[in-house]
Antibody, heavy 122, light 107 residues
Framework: EVQLLESGGGLVQPGGSLRLSCAAS????????MNWVRQAPGKGLEWVSS????????YYADSMKGRFTISRDNSKNTLYLQMNSLGAEDTAVYYC???????????????WGQGTLVTVSS | DIQMTQSPTSLSASVGDRVTITCRAS??????LNWYQQKPGKAPKLLIY???TLQSGVPSRFSGSGSGTDFTLTISSLQPEDFATYYC?????????FGQGTKVDVK
């Protein structure tokens, strides 16, 4: 059974940084691209970033480019999201989502973690 | 960016009803369209991918159709566990955009 467990969320001040982690199990981690998707309170889903199974290819939503960095450690079956220069608009539940395929060309988010809440406030 | 527009944004229905949700893309996306279900306080769940392929374990009362710019999610006979919010998502190009969601609640 696929399991994705996010951690690292919490309260951070505007302008601060946070690193999210997503521990994966139940599948061969390196064979699947991975993604971050967020949901602001009471709002819809917003794609954040994707990374291929090898880690060679990454994509970001425009509003996250230059501030967020996605990475993965296939030896530890763990996905990361480094978030810098956080603002109130980044307050959301952040989900990691497994892709059906190894490449990020046409992503299908077939398994999701339970999410971790990031709150940006002074 | 490709905009995804769902309609309606909400609907009220009864158990046993046939429910149809539509999703329109601002430009053609072939069949690179996925549907997700989300219940309050829970993570989304994949229902349909590539416009019409049922994800493993998803009941057959769910079906998807469409190509190009217009897509449909149909629930043939609404069950109590189907009251939720449904999202479409295009995977044709970056950024991977979602529709605004359609909330299905009890009539």
């Amino acid at each position: 059974e696929v399991q994705l467990l996010e951690s690292g969320g919490g309260l951070v001040q505007p302008g601060g940084s946070l690193r999210l982690s997503c521990a994966a199990s139940g599948f061969t981690f390196s064979r699947n691209a991975m993604n971050w998707v967020r949901q602001a309170p009471g709002k819809g889903l917003e794609w954040v970033s994707s990374i291929s199974g090898s880690g060679e290819t990454t994509y970001y939503a425009d509003s996250m480019k230059g501030r967020f960095t996605i990475s993965r450690d296939n030896s530890k079956n763990t996905l990361y999201l480094q978030m810098n220069s956080l603002g109130a608009e980044d307050t959301a539940v952040y989900y990691c989502a497994k892709d059906r395929y190894a490449l990020t060309d046409y992503p299908i988010f077939d398994s999701w973690g339970q999410g971790t809440l990031v709150t940006v406030s002074s | 960016d490709i905009q995804m527009t769902q309609s309606p944004t909400s609907l009220s229905a009864s158990v046993g009803d046939r429910v149809t949700i539509t999703c329109r893309a601002s430009q053609t996306i072939s069949t690179y369209l996925n549907w997700y279900q989300q219940k309050p306080g829970k993570a989304p769940k994949l229902l349909i991918y590539s416009a019409s392929t049922l994800q493993s374990g998803v009941p057959s009362r769910f079906s998807g159709s469409g190509s190009g710019t217009d897509f449909t999610l149909t629930i043939s006979s609404l069950q109590p566990e189907d009251f939720a919010t449904y999202y479409c998502q295009q995977s044709f190009s970056t950024p991977r955009t979602f529709g605004q969601g359609t909330k299905v609640d009890v009539k």
